[in-house]
């Protein structure tokens, strides 16, 4: 049981600290973005790096954040019933949600994407416009490496609704208030 | 048997959305055991799902999109500067002396500040925490004040700028390039996120005014359910100038290039989101902890946004491959009635997916399988995005499953009984009937002004 709560949460940091690298590119974006404006009204000058730039910035942002997000809980449920279930209900769900529902979801984008993904690679695909950033096939392998963050820590949910269900609330419990602990810090 | 099999894909998807798992991965699963099933029995062609990645990667490469972390920043900014608070507490410091004051200027500053976010729940919880307690210290009554509330908060998300329309705008364009490549249509024309933003602006503001007017009506004839404040307190000029003009320029300025077309709403975004910085900074409400604080949220945010899309996107090339846009199609075309009833019975449909649904999964998951069908019957498509859109907007606020009532029960103190909230918001949704009936009798409130923008251009 040490070992699986162990995992989860070197799982749970390892999405937190992608989050916290993840959320400076936002900024970074507004930033990157106005400069595009600004050239092309102020200079009248376009930058087809700079505006690519922005996309990967963006692209990067909401792929790589969806394990942060899932780790935050922030992935939007129907909550009508789910908030009135026990902790051991809601675990039951969560359990078998990441099991039947995003275990196959990521395994399937992997599985599909790769042949499209290893083509770009393999041709080191670029912009399609002169001037672009020449790196489409690192934004494409942006797919397979969403589902693989997603995954690990769809993992980490699945092993901590687990130990819930074979009674090892006590544990989970204060691993849940060490977590709001530090989110209360943060803010 | 087959082709019925959409319909069942639906049926179960919102029967396992209900058991409350993150809706995007429910979408995407339910939607892969279907294929599962299918191809394991024959009934199911995997080609269809090997569009995944191409689709996944429109949408990385969907550059209208990208308005949708930059507006999110923007509101985060100015709802964690407190910019709102302060502009909600000057705001009834010089009307809260009037019998519905407060009232009004809940009104005025929801309807101004909740548009940079549109996310349902996120818009009413910030305006029950910033201003129910307020008000129901100051006497008004429980009903008046969550119905307010909950109104408000959903009038975000047709207010321009919101990121409800920017993700309605960008899923319509897509729906009518469709119809009128089906229709052979020589010169097809475009509809974009600005036009919709055009579009919602007038309905948008004869809602806002017609909230007022039904508050001010209200405080005239019961004055005790919003009584004045008791202690007179003079605002100077300067203060309130100080707190009211920043956020207005910003808002108007960012609608105000999108509108008359000198920025993309992207471009505008992003200025927007820098303004809204400067705004904090110049308050001295801008640290680096602050900053990262917002990016994490505008992070989870967007990443739920986007997800919700992918699992949408998964459902929908399912759905397709079953032939549901097909068994769509014949059941409307069996039904009779016309344009009419389709447009109807699409909003009937809508307005009780709103139950389950928020607005996003909606504009993903049924926008695009309805969406065409109804513009290729000639539906105007900004009307029918705005119809769309108040239609929602009142599906959130009718008990017993709205939304926005849910949101609000749960910052609500113990103290407001839930009757009061539904009581509360059963005149908005009357309101919210009126302006759905006014726009299905008068299209032109929503494409005129689209419509005469486009000709000056």
Not at chain 1, 95 to 119: E, K, N, Q, R
Not at chain 2, 308 to 314: D, K, P, S, Y
Request: with cysteine.
């Amino acid at each position: 049981m040490r070992i699986i709560t162990a995992l989860s949460a070197r799982l749970d940091a390892y999405s937190e600290s992608t989050g916290r690298l993840l959320a400076w590119l936002l900024p970074l974006l507004m930033l990157n973005t106005c400069a595009v404006v600004f050239m092309r009204y102020g200079l009248e000058q376009g930058s087809t790096f700079m505006q690519e730039l922005s996309l990967y910035l963006h692209a990067t942002v909401f792929m790589l954040g969806a394990a942060y997000t899932l780790k935050r809980d922030g992935h939007v449920r129907v909550d009508i019933l789910y908030r009135q279930f026990s902790p051991r209900a809601q675990a039951w769900v969560n359990a078998l949600g990441t099991l039947i529902f995003l275990f196959p979801l990521c395994g399937y984008i992997i599985l599909i994407s790769w042949d499209f993904v290893s083509y770009a690679w393999l041709i080191r695909e670029s912009s399609g416009e002169p001037g672009g950033i020449p790196a489409v096939f690192l934004l494409k392998t942006l797919i397979p490496l969403m589902a693989v963050n997603l995954a690990l820590q769809g993992l980490a949910e699945f092993l901590r609704s687990l130990a819930t269900l074979l009674g090892y609330q006590a544990e989970v419990a204060v691993g849940v208030a060490a977590d709001n602990d530090g989110q209360e810090g943060a803010l | 048997m087959v082709e019925w099999i959409p319909l069942l894909m639906f049926a179960a998807v919102c029967v396992v959305l209900l058991l409350g798992y993150p809706v995007a991965f429910s979408l995407a699963g339910t939607a892969m055991l279907f294929a599962g099933v299918g191809i394991i029995a024959g009934w199911f062609d995997p080609s269809y799902l090997s569009a995944l990645p191409t689709r996944l990667f429109g949408t990385i490469n969907n550059v209208t999109l990208m308005a949708v972390p930059l507006f999110i920043l923007m509101g985060v900014l100015l709802e964690r500067s407190r910019i709102a608070e302060e502009l909600l507490d000057t705001m009834s410091r010089l009307l809260g002396r009037l019998p519905g004051g407060l009232g009004v200027s809940v009104i005025l500053v929801g309807a101004l500040l909740a548009a940079s976010t549109g996310i349902v729940g996120a818009t009413v919880v910030t305006m029950g925490l910033l201003s129910l307690p307020t008000m129901l210290k100051r006497g008004y009554q429980p009903s008046v004040a969550t119905g307010t509330i909950c109104a408000t908060g959903t009038l975000g998300q047709i207010i321009p700028p919101s990121i409800a329309l920017v993700l309605l705008g960008d899923t319509l364009s897509t729906a009518y390039q469709q119809a009128q490549l089906q229709m052979q249509v020589q010169n097809p024309e475009t509809v974009s996120v600005g036009d919709l933003f055009m579009g919602a602006l007038v309905p948008g503001v004869l809602l806002v005014v017609m909230y007022l007017l039904y508050t001010v009506l209200l405080a005239w004839r019961k004055p005790e359910s919003m009584p004045a404040l008791v202690e007179t307190e003079e605002v100077a000029i300067g203060s309130l100038l100080k707190s009211l003009l920043p956020p207005v320029l910003l808002i108007v300025t960012v609608l105000g290039s999108i509108l008359i077309g000198a920025a993309t709403p992207t471009e505008a975004a992003a200025v927007g989101a820098l303004g809204a910085a400067l705004l904090a900074k110049a308050k001295g409400q801008l640290s680096w902890r602050r900053l990262r604080e917002c990016g994490e949220s505008t992070l989870e945010v967007t990443s739920m946004v986007f997800m919700i899309l992918i699992g949408a996107a998964v459902f929908s090339l399912v759905f397709r491959g079953y032939g549901g846009d097909d068994l769509i199609q014949s059941l409307f075309a069996n039904m009779g009635g016309g344009v009419g009833m389709a447009v109807l019975v699409v909003m009937v449909a809508i307005f009780l997916l709103g139950f389950i649904l928020d607005f996003i999964e909606i504009t993903f998951v049924v926008v695009p399988i309805v969406g065409p069908i109804l513009l290729a019957m000639g539906v105007d498509p900004i009307w029918l995005g705005i119809m769309i859109a108040i239609n929602l907007q009142t599906s959130f606020l009718t008990p017993p499953f709205g939304f926005a009532l849910f949101y609000l029960r749960g910052v609500a103190p113990e103290s407001v009984r839930t009757r009061d909230i539904y009581r509360g918001v059963a005149p908005f949704i009357v309101l919210q009937l009126l302006m759905l009936g006014i726009l299905a009798l008068w299209p032109d409130l929503a494409t005129a002004l689209p419509g005469w923008v486009r000709s000056l251009r």
